[in-house]
Nanobody, 124 residues
Framework: QVQLVESGGGLVQAGGSLRLSCAAS????????MGWFRQAPGNERKFVAA????????YYPDSVKGRFTISRDNTKNTVYLQMNSLKPEDTAVYYC?????????????????WGQGTQVTVSS
């Protein structure tokens, strides 16, 4: 069982930056690949970033590539999402998720555990 708690969301102007954190409970954090997803009102949950168990591999969709960076600290059981050059279309609730195994996942079905989400609002 893994419990995830996100933090770091808020209101920021377009062009600004935010760093989200996701703290995980349990001793097996390093056995999971981690991901970030986002969901805007009326839309489906969409993939934002993923990182493998060691932090050596990451994956992003084109919509955030070059602006967002995912990282993890297995000694702190925490995964981060650094978001730069934010745009109004980045506004959404951001969720972190944990999936078992050595690979990466870009689909919601790849993940077993989810946090409660943190709101990110980018004003124009």
């Amino acid at each position: 069982q893994v419990q995830l708690v996100e933090s770091g969301g808020g209101l920021v102007q377009a062009g600004g930056s935010l760093r989200l954190s996701c703290a995980a409970s349990g001793r097996t954090f390093s056995r999971y690949f981690m991901g970030w997803f986002r969901q805007a009102p009326g839309n489906e949950r969409k993939f934002v970033a993923a990182i493998n168990w060691s932090g050596g591999s990451t994956y992003y969709p084109d919509s955030v590539k070059g602006r967002f960076t995912i990282s993890r600290d297995n000694t702190k059981n925490t995964v981060y999402l650094q978001m730069n050059s934010l745009k109004p279309e980045d506004t959404a609730v951001y969720y972190c998720a944990a999936g078992p195994g050595l690979g990466l996942g870009a689909k919601t079905d790849d993940y077993d555990y989810w946090g409660q989400g943190t709101q990110v609002t980018v004003s124009s």
